[in-house]
């Protein structure tokens, strides 16, 4: 094969994607997917943040061990983890992992993965001053110095005061009638109705392209009536949590409350576009927050899916958690007690999973844990182990995509 020019891109580590088949195996040789959000190198370079750019996710498969070596000596310590920036080579050419890259299709807002051939070449981390060695250059540590300031959403307090828009208050009000998990693929969307309007969200999410197959056909949510003052609440800025906003412009019309982070391009310019409809939360102040029968809470992490926006509901004797991809652990202890329901938390991946710490439910027979898993989804999820778990625990578990049943769809989670 005729290799090509390098393209550079800044490439900003969206997710770590660890299959959960073939658990025989050690974590660091799993078959793993790196998904990167990016911009052109040279874009960067000359000031541009995201304008009309071409700015593709990119995917490489490899393991944790082969791309730890391409990063760091092999005798580092150092691990990748989500939130790290990058500068990465793509190449035409044969040898080194495989890369696909997924570009928004402009009429749709879809991100439509590209079949090529080209390999990832050179990789250099762009350092916070965790790596000695190989990549911690001065120009390299300006670069990622700048790059992180540049791709940030910064919150404010949440409270109640005229800090927080009307608009979001109106939750206080409500009097919810169902909650319902959606079947949206390998992503998470959770719909709460008071009668036949959904009132508000818990994240509106949809899959990552190369997950693509995974989602019903219109889905469900097509057919609701959204009401006017309608709520978005969001756990946490990862794709399969967001963005159906991306291809839904009623979605992105609507009030977001969400929490701050750092974010790769294409979120960023997403989040730019929501402009005033974006209440941003900080984690310091304001929590937990009671407005009628929702609770916020922050959940105490550090990484982005265990630092998100978890929702407790109190509707009459039932007490409903809304998860995200925060593991229990993470969560407060007040949120967890004498539920009646609860989604399982990151779509039933075993990262982060213990069973002493799955809360038992109120009653052992009526108690419903719902998965927002995909039918047919590359992960592997949701994991065996997670589901017998629960169900050890006592909890009835419904799954949003059909894990062998043939019967997708969405799960009532109240009544
Ligand atoms: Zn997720």
Redesign the pocket.
């Known amino acids: 094969m005729q290799a090509t020019n390098p393209i550079k891109f800044y490439a900003f580590l969206d997710r770590i994607d660890t299959t959960s088949k073939g658990q025989s195996r050690s974590p660091e040789r799993l078959r793993t997917n790196f998904i990167f959000d990016t911009i052109p190198a040279d874009s960067f370079d000359n000031g541009i943040l995201d304008g009309q750019e071409a700015m593709p996710l990119i995917r490489v498969m490899t393991t944790k061990r082969m791309f730890t070596e391409m990063v760091a000596n092999k005798t580092s310590t150092w691990e990748p983890k989500e939130g790290d920036w990058y500068l990465i080579e793509i190449q035409s050419q044969e040898g080194g992992p495989r890369v696909w890259q997924a570009k928004t299709n402009h009429a749709s807002g879809e991100f439509e993965e590209q079949v090529g051939s080209t390999r990832l070449t050179e990789i250099s981390l762009l350092p916070d001053g965790t790596l000695k060695g190989k990549s911690s250059n001065a120009r390299f540590m300006k670069i990622g110095k700048k790059l992180r300031k540049s791709y940030v959403v910064h919150g404010t307090k949440l409270d109640t005061n005229q800090n927080m828009p009307q608009s979001i208050k109106v939750l206080s009000k409500r009097r919810l009638s169902a909650i319902k998990a959606l079947d949206v693929g390998q992503a ?1 969307m959770v719909a709460l109705f008071q009668g036949n309007e959904v009132v508000a969200f818990y994240d509106v999410g949809w899959p990552l392209p190369f997950n693509k197959s995974s989602p019903p056909s219109p889905p469900d949510i097509d057919s609701f009536t959204l009401s006017e003052d309608c709520v978005v609440i969001l756990s946490h800025w ?1 794709y ?2 967001y963005s159906r906003a991306r291809i839904d412009e009623r979605l992105r019309n609507l009030m977001w409350v969400a929490p701050e982070g750092i974010v790769g391009p294409n979120t960023h310019k997403f989040i730019k576009s929501l402009g005033r409809n974006l209440y941003v939360a900080s984690p310091k102040r304001g929590f937990p927050l009671n407005l009628g029968c929702f609770c916020f809470e922050w959940a105490n992490g550090t990484d982005r899916n265990n630092s998100g926006l978890v929702v407790h509901l109190v509707i009459g004797k039932s007490k409903i958690l809304l998860t995200g ?1 925060a593991s229990y652990d993470h969560i407060a202890a007040h949120l967890k007690t004498d539920l009646t329901a609860l989604t399982i938390p ?2 039933a991946s075993e990262t982060g999973h213990f069973i002493a710490s799955i809360p038992p439910p109120l009653k052992s027979t009526e108690g419903k844990a719902v998965i927002c898993a995909g039918h047919n989804n590359r992960y592997g999820h949701p994991s065996s182990t997670v589901l017998t778990d629960h169900e050890t625990k006592k909890w009835n578990v419904e799954i949003t995509g059909d894990n062998g049943t043939g019967k997708r769809g969405s799960r009532f989670l109240y009544p």
């Open positions: 998470s990862d399969d949590h991809d990151h779509h």
